[in-house]
Each structure stands twice: as structure tokens, then as C-alpha cells.
């Protein structure tokens, strides 16, 4: 997969904005959704955590998921997530 760079797209940053902003109570996918406008959670989710994020992603019910930012991501002196 190749992920894009959260500092160059902004798709990625409202997504890691808003879990930023939710805190340690995280976001539903509807939530995401509505407060990002972008449909393609999980797979941004992914990009996110390809560039050093830690995502946590929890089943809340059977049509549920809930995501929180536990870790903000780091980057090399080359850019690379470490």
C-alpha cells in the first residue's frame, strides 16, 4: 500500500484532527464521516497508521466501530514513520 503523507494531504488531516479533538472518547464511523466528510474510514485509518499513527479501531455493536488516536505519529529525518 502506498500511503500518502498526512503533513500533504489534506484528507488525512482532518481525519487525524478529529480524533485529535474527540480525545480518549474517539469516534464512531458516522461520526468520522460527518465531521470529515471523506466515506472511506478504515482505509484512511490505514494511511494514517502507515505514517506512524497508532489508531486504536473497537467493535462497539454489530454496525459500530469506534476509533481513538492513541499515538501521534513520528517521522525519520527522511520522512518515514518510525
Avoid: P
Avoid at 484528507?11 to 468520522?32: I, P
Avoid at 467493535?59 to 488516536?69: F, Q
Wanted: net charge positive; with cysteine; proline share 0%.
Amino acid at each position: 500500500m502506498h500511503a500518502a503523507d498526512v503533513k500533504k494531504s489534506a484528507r488525512l488531516r482532518r481525519f487525524v484532527s478529529a480524533l485529535n479533538l474527540a480525545g480518549q472518547k474517539g469516534l464512531t464511523t458516522r461520526d468520522l464521516i460527518q465531521q470529515t466528510g471523506d466515506c472511506a474510514i478504515s482505509a484512511i485509518a490505514a494511511e494514517v497508521r502507515e505514517n506512524g499513527y497508532v489508531i486504536d479501531c473497537q467493535r462497539e455493536s454489530r454496525t459500530t466501530w469506534r476509533y481513538r488516536l492513541v499515538e501521534q505519529g513520528q517521522q525519520d529525518m527522511f520522512g518515514k514513520a518510525v
